[in-house]
């Protein structure tokens, strides 16, 4: 890991210099980060970035509260003056502070971690790259109703290294990979949009260019085109309480959105009603609230190979753990920090804190959240069902900022009748309630079905973070749910 350039001794000099500040407790944490986008539009070049950031965070907790300062220039005296900002700003903090902080213990690791990959994205020529996406955009375009055709690529390296005055040192080496298509058609009034292999970026992997290839951009093209032109003559669904089966693409979001978000620790405890609200599940409800069927585990997952938000330790130095949200519909547990996890009296963090990168500050976040697989095949779970609907790959999504209420839409749905697929649909819109939407939950596919996805803009804090973090689903059935149409 030598080749990775890191700035071990300085980091380390400036743990000593904190202490040496009286600190209680203090970490720095060096990140540089590489990024490489790649669009293509049609049968053109949109556009083709390279960009690179590194710095030092610096956190250090004083007399009971919290200071951070960070700096670019990596050079001791810079990095000693940001972190003599970091002891100003706690000194400030703790004048009016009127919850002192404290840490659930962890312990302190030396310790080096890099993620498995087998083609290093960022070696494979950017003539390679290009080849294929224009190859893909083809593809796609052809018929006159096909307005516009994109296909994207990125690649991330995110190295890191951690050290505290507790003693720890950890460095990591995070690679990832994505692509995917977008394809929008019109005829007259109606225009439709269909993506692959997920919407919003969302086929993203800890992984090398290997996974761009296993993707099959162009196979996947010849799929979109023909769906995106029978949605243009396709019906909305008829309006009315049905049977929904969500397929992995849009259990994505819903799991986002309806178990991620309020099962994060600092949101439940107030810290983060300033941006997007708090959360239903206060702690009261730990261990009582049934918060789906028996068929529903949901588990944070910063250990499953492959997810965007897999890690060895987080940014505090606290091992990556699975950790069970939900066990068979009752409610068991959060996404928790140091300091989350000491409030409630939890006796570890979860390992639920990053940062955006080296100048903010590490929040608690999603790591992989997903849904456990069932027993049931998919062939099983639709032919059980008399009359409803399967929906695949989110287009748009509301929610409370108590994570109750929530509305989705999905690019697409077919019918199912008496137990077969049937009909495409054009823009079907679900609602529900958390609890129970979830509750109405009647079946969860196998192991067979289930597939990981990547979300790369989870916003959260303010300023404003935007954090890589995982879904691994199965395809799930839900009775009772109400449906309509986006339009």
């Known amino acids: 890991m030598a080749t990775e350039r890191i700035p071990r001794e300085l980091i380390l000099q400036v743990t000593r210099f904190l202490k040496r500040q009286g600190a209680d407790y203090a970490d720095v944490r060096f990140e540089r980060i590489l990024h490489e986008s790649v669009v293509v539009q049609q ?235 708090g959360s239903f599940l206060t702690p009261e409800h730990l261990g009582r609230l049934r918060y789906g069927s028996d068929a ?53 963090s979860g390992g639920a804190m990053r940062a955006e990168q080296w100048d903010a500050p590490p929040l608690v976040r999603m790591t992989n959240v997903n849904l456990e697989p069932g027993e049931a095949t998919v062939e099983q779970l639709i032919r059980d069902v008399k009359r409803g609907y399967l929906l695949s790959t989110n287009k748009s999504w509301s929610i409370d900022d108590r994570r109750l209420n929530f509305q989705f839409s999905t690019e697409i749905g077919r019918e199912i009748i008496n137990g077969s697929l049937g009909a495409l649909v054009a823009n079907p819109l679900y609602t529900g309630i958390t609890p129970q939407f979830w509750g109405r939950c009647t079946g969860v596919s196998n192991r067979a079905s289930w597939q990981l996805w990547g979300v790369p803009n989870c916003a959260k804090g303010e300023p404003m973070q935007l954090m890589h973090v995982g879904h691994g689903a199965p395809y799930a059935r839900f009775d009772g749910v109400w449906l309509g149409a986006a339009d």
């Open 296 to 348: 529903v585990t949901i588990v944070a997952d910063a250990t499953v190979p492959g997810g965007v938000g897999s890690f060895a330790y987080d940014d505090e130095g606290v091992p990556a753990q699975r950790v069970e949200l939900v066990r068979r519909g009752l409610f068991t547990g959060y996404l928790s920090s140091r300091e989350s996890a000491s409030r409630l009296g939890l006796p570890g």
């Open 43 to 277: 049968r053109q070049v949109q556009s083709l970035s390279v960009e690179e950031t590194a710095g030092v965070g610096i956190r250090v907790l004083l007399r009971g509260a919290w200071g951070f300062a960070a700096t670019p220039h990596l050079a001791l005296p810079h990095l000693k003056r940001a972190a003599a900002q970091a002891v100003a700003l706690a000194k400030a903090s703790s004048s009016i502070n009127k919850q002192r902080v404290r840490l659930a213990p962890v312990e302190p690791v030396r310790a080096a971690h890099r993620s498995r990959y087998q083609i290093d994205p960022f070696e494979v020529p950017l003539s390679k790259k290009l080849d294929y996406l224009l190859w893909a955009t083809s593809a796609l375009m052809g018929p006159q109703a096909v307005k516009r055709a994109t296909a994207h690529m990125d690649f991330y390296r995110r190295t890191k290294f951690f050290a505290s005055t507790d003693g720890a040192q950890i460095h990591q080496v995070l690679l990832e990979s994505g692509a995917g298509l977008e394809v929008v058609a019109q005829q007259g009034n109606e225009v439709r949009l269909r993506s692959y292999p997920n919407s919003h970026h969302g086929a993203l992997a800890q992984a090398g260019f290997e996974y761009v290839k296993q993707l099959d951009l162009v196979g996947g093209a010849k799929t979109i085109q023909q769906e995106v032109l029978l949605l243009l003559r396709a019906r909305p669904p008829k309006p009315g309480l049905t049977t929904l089966i969500l397929d992995p693409t849009q259990m994505v979001m819903q799991l986002h959105e309806s178990c991620g978000h309020p099962t994060e620790l600092d949101r439940v405890l107030g810290q983060e009603l300033s941006y997007a609200g």
